[in-house]
């Protein structure tokens, strides 16, 4: 991670717990995702997509400051201006985006790396399969289609994840349509749901420090329909508390607890302090 970055990341969490003073979510003020712009993905991007208002309406909401950040492509100059990226392998509902390119899976995997998140919502419908293994290849995630068209349900395997226990309350099964299904997790990926009938795995993550000493979160769900509005066929209003405990599980900064909550402040005012002075010898 670059010395600017990692300043930028310390002040972002010094300022972040010190705003949660006055509000229940604070930690996560002036928290910024990046999602790739009209150009790479149109009716289904969450920024700005015509399906995806009740997700992108319960982001904003419920995140103080909250913004998005657009880009065609994943570059390193990108994502260091972003608290977490959120990429999506659907276009329109019939295609996929433009698969990942070399590069732009380098950015990303040295992205997290370096201790930013991502949500990777790889979406295996035959159509955009493609991209949705552009995008977990990075990770050493393989994705295949299901083969499935029917409503299915994928159950927590640890209901008391944050994920699905976390701040904003206690989420149900995953009601998915059409999804992908994992066929290797890789070396750095655990299962959070599987399918009920199956019990192929179709969300997983990464915890922090498993790529490497202070790498970032990474979630991968293998269905879009779960963020897609309701009065478009979608599950957005069923799993609103899942996407809402995701973000905040991916934000720049946990949020704290009343016990440790002051220490914390002052330690990451300290730790700007420091690594400024750093800076200027």
């Known amino acids: 991670m670059s010395e600017s970055l990692a300043i930028r990341r310390t002040a972002i969490a010094a300022a972040g717990v010190l705003v949660w003073l006055g509000s229940a979510h604070g930690a996560h003020a002036g928290y910024v995702m990046g999602v790739f712009d009209t150009s790479r993905a149109s009716t289904t991007n969450i920024a700005s997509g015509t399906v995806n208002e009740e997700a992108r309406q319960a982001f904003l909401t419920n995140f103080a400051g909250a913004a998005y950040a657009t880009s065609p492509t994943l570059t390193p100059e990108f994502l260091n201006g972003v608290d977490m990226v959120a990429v999506c392998s659907t276009d329109t509902e019939d295609a996929g985006i433009s698969p990942l390119s070399a590069s ?4 990303l995997f040295e992205f997290v790396q370096g201790g930013g998140t991502a949500f990777l919502i790889a979406e295996g419908f035959t159509p955009h399969l493609a991209a949705a293994q552009s995008i977990v290849a990075p990770f050493g995630v393989t994705i295949e289609d299901d083969g499935m ?23 149900p099964p995953i009601p998915i349509l059409g999804t992908g299904i994992f066929t290797d997790l890789g070396p750095y990926a655990t299962p959070l749901a599987r399918l009920q009938i199956g019990r192929q795995p179709a969300l997983a993550v990464i915890e922090a420090g498993v ?19 309701t009065a478009d066929g979608g ?22 607890s009343g016990r440790v909550l002051g220490g914390m402040a002052v330690a990451g005012l300290v730790a700007v302090v420091r690594t400024r002075r750093c800076r200027r010898v």
Do not use: C, K, W
């Open 104 to 107: 732009e899976q380098t950015a």
């Open 149 to 171: 068209s029917d409503i299915l349900v994928a159950a927590p395997t640890n209901p008391a994840h944050p994920i699905f226990d976390g701040p904003f309350g206690v989420a």
């Open 211 to 229: 790529i490497a000493p202070g790498s970032g979160r990474v979630v991968i769900i293998g269905d879009g329909s779960p963020f897609v509005d």
């Open 235 to 256: 599950f957005s209003r069923y799993t609103e508390t899942m996407l809402l405990n995701t973000l905040a599980y991916l934000a720049p900064v946990p949020e704290p």
